[in-house]
């Protein structure tokens, strides 16, 4: 078959078209229009123009030779129903829908037809609306003429293609639908649970020894035993529901809207039902009655992806077996989850479980972070890289970690001295009241870090648990709240708090209300670059090209912020220890650049410890320390004199001018002050440039429009104060 699109044309084409009553009240210019976005295509006498079952998306005009359209009898036979000739149209209704060909399309002899998709179609009417109503009007006018006045040859196709789609669709024997109909519904299917937010359940059906039955009794037998059992589920599922042979004597249906415990319901019905069939009841072998083996998992409570679900539908058909056989179960653990976890297959279901993390990130005020016992790598860096990111919304975050860690470790946990998140040992009592826990790079429940309350923590459902893991496959199950699990194909743990940071870089609300300045800070990409080293042994056993792409980018990311501090500027780090000596430089400047601020601590009020860093300080420290760590130890310097004043903490500074030429303020309240919402500071002094959320604000002005800091400053506090006094009352 030979194709060119039909950029030059004959007049004896024009007038092919123009003959043509769909195309007949259209003009030259219109039929131009129309003749650009068909292809000319030539086939050989006998060469397929389309096969029945073939997925309709094309239309054809006939402008030399002619097809036979063929299909398939119930008997088996192949037989010619029409021949389109020169000048008629054929395959019109892929215009309308791309259901699957109803019967199979040949060139009687050598034939040139014109072809037209029904994208392209519908790209001719967005500029020919008038034009393509009037094709569509003529199309439906003449199809319905054909019914009219073909009446019987016409039934008689219908038919045969409705029988062809039956055909391609269902199993011959029993008349339930067939596998692959089964495989390729199934994303439908969960794809519309999710949408509805309702149920799907997944049935795995074996009868029992029917090897054995087959043997004993014949096939012939074996078939009347299944098509009496075939007529149970009939009786017994809906017609919605979706019920599939997927071989011998094995099922598998899908029930829409239907949670676990009424399939389990439907199931237990089944067994009762089957063991009614009284068909070997007086047959000479051992076997007289008709049982079966079902597993049953359910969306959302077992996973969300055919594969998950088939999977642990088929190990709850197992335990079934293992328990003697004629029974059901419905696939839980103890907890009434799945026991594998599964990845993420759709890219909707991966954003709206990043977006209730970050929604709950900025709606609660308290966080833990825990990891598995005896942390690696990776669990460490990502329960670092995570509490870096509720840092960026000015909330505190508690560190769970073991008595004891490697000491490798130590250079990490020393991020986390500069930026508000506190490290508790696991013998430790918690010095707030939690509200949200994250559970990281832990693969099961039973391996989650242990510590005295644990108990009361989880069995409190006002605290929401958060699970970030990578761990898939056997042996893991959930720790997390549904809708709160982050779980998914990764290299790491690290990796996917990495994907949520480019998630919330995109997430325009929350950095405007919580006033978030830098996203991927030099800390929080070396804390994501650990894990995934740790984990991927130095970039080694990366399996996907996303893999590859996270830390060939986080790579970059840290080598270019290490630039200014280290010798090397290497794109990919050979060892952990070149990360870790870096670490080990950026720790010691920021206790350098700690106790310079700590120095420029000026007492204005007895409730509000202040800072103020004049223009000549920045500048001498901006030579030794680069811009990220001013701000990071500025943000911690106001969190420590907040706990220190018990009430509130003030810190000022100038930007270098390297940097911007703006005045930088950030107040702070401590962890037992909760009586004045800050953000009522930006209201009572009428600050635009400036956000954050009740405990935290930060803002800002341009140098010149404040001369004198410590006077703006000696000036704020009095209003500062006075809001403090109403909203003690």
Avoid at 207 to 235: C, P, S, W
Avoid at 620 to 634: G, K, L, P, S, Y
């Amino acid at each position: 078959m030979k194709k060119k699109p039909p950029l030059k044309y004959s007049q004896a084409t024009m007038d092919v078209l123009g003959s043509i009553k769909i195309l007949s009240t259209l003009a030259h210019e219109e039929l131009m229009a129309l003749y650009s976005h068909m292809t000319e295509e030539t086939y050989r006498e006998g060469q397929v123009l389309f096969n029945e079952g073939d997925k309709g998306e094309v239309m054809y005009i006939v402008l030399s030779g002619s097809v036979s359209i063929l299909v398939n009898t119930p008997s088996g036979e192949i037989i010619e129903i029409a021949e389109i000739k020169e000048g008629n149209f054929l395959g019109e209704m892929s215009i309308f829908d791309s259901a699957a060909r109803s019967a199979t399309c040949i060139p009687k002899c050598d034939t040139t037809v014109l072809s037209l998709k029904a994208s392209n179609f519908y790209e001719f009417i967005k500029t020919n609306p008038v034009s393509g109503i009037s094709i569509m009007h003529h199309m439906l006018n003449t199809v319905t003429f054909r019914l009219k006045n073909t009446g019987a040859f016409i039934s008689e196709m219908v038919t045969w293609g409705e029988q062809a789609r039956v055909r391609a669709i269902t199993d011959d024997f029993t008349g339930l639908y067939n596998r692959r109909f089964l495989d390729e519904s199934m994303e439908e299917q969960l794809s519309e649970a999710g949408t509805l937010k309702q149920t799907l359940s997944v049935i795995m059906i074996d009868l029992d020894h029917f090897g054995t039955l087959n043997k004993l009794y014949g096939q012939e037998m074996g078939d009347k035993v299944l098509l009496e059992v075939i007529a149970i589920y009939r009786k017994i599922f809906r017609k919605e529901d979706i019920l599939a042979r997927y071989g011998g004597d094995e099922f598998t249906f899908l029930l829409r809207n239907t949670p676990g415990e009424k399939a389990l319901e439907l199931c237990a019905l089944l067994n009762r039902e089957l063991r009614t069939i009284n068909l070997l009841k007086d047959l000479g072998g051992e076997l007289k009655t008709v049982t079966a083996s079902i597993g049953i998992a359910c969306f959302p409570d077992h996973g969300n992806s055919p594969e998950g679900l088939k999977d642990f539908a088929d190990k709850a058909l197992y335990q079934a077996k293992e328990s003697g056989r004629d029974t059901v179960r419905l696939w839980m653990d103890q907890g009434g989850r799945a026991l594998t976890k599964s990845k993420l297959s759709r890219i909707k279901e991966r954003n709206t479980i990043i977006n209730n993390i970050l929604d709950a990130i900025a709606q609660r005020d308290s966080f833990l972070v825990m990891g598995h016992q005896n942390p690696d790598e990776d669990c460490i860096s990502s329960m670092i890289a995570i509490s870096l990111l509720i840092n960026k919304f000015s909330k505190p975050a508690y560190l769970m970690i073991p008595g004891k860690i490697n000491e490798n470790y130590q250079y990490l946990l020393n991020i986390c001295r500069y930026n508000a998140i506190n490290i508790l040992q696991n013998t430790e009592e918690l010095p707030v009241s939690i509200s949200t826990v994250f559970i990281m790079d832990t693969p099961k429940p039973e391996m989650k870090e242990v510590f005295p309350w644990i108990d009361e923590l989880f069995n409190n459902e006002d605290v929401i648990k958060i699970e970030i893991d990578h761990h898939l496959g056997a042996d893991s199950a959930y720790s997390g709240d549904p809708g709160y699990c982050f779980v998914d194909e990764a290299s790491s743990a690290s990796e996917l708090v990495g994907m949520m940071a480019f998630k919330l870089n995109n997430r325009e609300d929350l950095i405007k209300n919580f006033n978030i300045q830098e996203i991927f800070s030099r800390n929080f990409v070396l804390a994501v670059l650990t894990g995934i080293i740790g984990d991927s042994q130095m970039g080694k056993y990366l399996k996907t090209r996303r893999e590859r792409w996270f830390y060939k980018l986080f790579s970059t990311m840290f080598s270019e912020l290490l630039s200014s501090i280290t010798r090397k500027n290497s794109s990919n780090f050979s060892t952990m220890n070149e990360v870790f000596n870096g670490l080990q430089q950026l720790s010691r400047q920021e206790d350098e650049c700690f106790n310079l601020m700590m120095k420029q601590k000026v007492e204005i009020s007895p409730k509000i410890g202040t800072v103020i860093i004049p223009r000549d300080v920045i500048t001498r420290m901006r030579e030794n320390f680069d811009h990220e760590t001013i701000v990071t130890v500025a943000r911690y310097t106001a969190d420590s004199l907040a706990e220190t004043s018990r009430l509130l903490s003030l810190v000022a500074y100038y930007d270098d001018k390297k940097d911007s030429d703006l005045i930088q303020l950030r107040i702070r309240r401590s962890q037992s002050y909760k009586d004045l919402d800050l953000r009522l500071i930006l209201k009572k002094f009428g600050i635009e440039n400036g956000g954050g959320h009740p405990g935290a604000i930060g803002f800002r002005f341009p140098q010149k429009q404040i001369p004198d800091l410590q006077h703006y400053v000696e000036s704020l506090i009095p209003g500062i104060e006075e809001l403090m006094d109403l909203a003690q009352g």
